[in-house]
């Protein structure tokens, strides 16, 4: 059974795996190459496939007639989609007689479209999980084969999260490939109506407004943090990074962002009508510390406000 991959990220190399693993022949790997401008903390599936002696291709786009030739010549039964980029034309998923089917790391029909695993944390979900389905030419929208569920703890951040997704994608694909192989696996609609969809996050979009309350912030802060770009404050004018921190249980006072305590390794900060503690922060182009060292720093007292160009005591 041939099975065309287009894949990236470490959930590229999983399926990969999954196939070789179920007795697929790979033909051809299709897959991204890496942008210097990001912090590249996952695997490499060109690495994996060229290890196996498979072919790699890293077209900038598939809607090029020759692209399509290319991989129609392959001949595959199945397609499979690992988080590639890319949406792929119907006329490249029609070559697969078998059905092209992609792996997405959300309980669709929720949270179709980009960055799930950041979306669901932004969020406070308690659950997420990962979804076999098949391609159609609306994104997350085909028949699904099957779910495996992944709980989420207050403190997962997007890394920890997305590690559970990849044991659960390895679990999804051990028991519905060989099903797919037989010609036996299920496929139901999905409901869109009973669903949502999120589109991309940018860097712009982890801006923190101290009117939140504390817990919100802190999904925040969990949801992009490292290998993310961040949330972020401004402080004198400058974007100034909170890596890390917790939301305080009790109330807070009407100030929000102001700084209302100190300690050897935290700042207390006001939110809405709570309190957040800063434990790692960073301004930008310097140096990560605590909080409590950034303060010491920079002779911070109750009572500054974090608030950009206007910041006060």
Partial sequence: MRALVFGYHTMGCVGFDALLRHGFTIPAVYTHRDNPDEEIWWDSLADRASSHGIPVHHPTTLKDEAVQNEIISYAPDFI?????RYMIPQVVLDAAPKGALNLHGSLLPSYRGRAPVN???VNGEAETGVSLHYMVSKPDAGNLVDQQRVPIDFEDTALTLYKKLESAAKT????????LREGKAPSRPLDLTAGSY?????????EIDWTWPAVRIYNLVRAVTHPYPGAFCRFRGRKFFIWWGKPLDGQGGDSAGTITEITDEAIVVEAGGSRFKVLRCQLVEGPECSGGDFAREHNLKPGFRL???????
């Fill in 80 to 84: 499979f989609s690992f988080y590639y």
């Fill in 119 to 121: 979306w669901v944390l």
């Fill in 172 to 179: 999804l694909l051990d028991k519905n490939l060989p099903l």
């Fill in 198 to 206: 999120f589109g991309r996050r940018r860097p712009e979009d982890g």
């Fill in 307 to 313: 608030a950009g160009e206007g910041d006060h005591l």
